[in-house]
């Protein structure tokens, strides 16, 4: 089993900048060859995909943050980011970490980002 933490979500102004972290409780091996997420979420709607890190450190992004959002890994912390600049107040979500691995697939418990404007 995998556990994931995030943390770094709060409160910025418009134009802002934040830096979630994703820490996973597994073993390095694992989390190096896992795939890491993230994912994030308003009341009332589903689930968008917000990028991908893959093993190689090749990034994919969701059209709606690409260029503004960075998504990057340490496998040796076992730990993935997710820095966002330039911050929209359509950007304000609860946002979720996602690992896909030999051990299956699982979330994180989410970090609220608020985008003020």
């Keep these: 089993q995998v556990q994931l933490v995030e943390s770094g979500g709060g409160l910025v102004q418009a134009g802002g900048s934040l830096r979630l972290t994703c820490a996973a409780s597994t073993t390095t091996s694992i989390f190096s060859v896992s795939v890491m997420a993230w994912y994030r979420q308003t009341p009332g709607k589903q ?12 990034t994919i992004y969701a059209n709606s943050v690409k260029g503004r959002f960075t998504i990057s890994r340490d496998n040796a912390k076992k730990t993935a980011y997710l820095q966002m600049n ?15 691995g030999p051990l299956g697939t699982y979330w994180g418990q989410g970090t609220q980002v608020t985008v003020s404007s």
């Design 47 to 58: 689930r968008e995909w917000v990028a991908d890190v893959f093993r190689g450190d090749s």
């Design 86 to 100: 330039g911050l929209k107040p359509e950007d304000t979500a609860v946002y979720y970490c996602k690992s896909s």
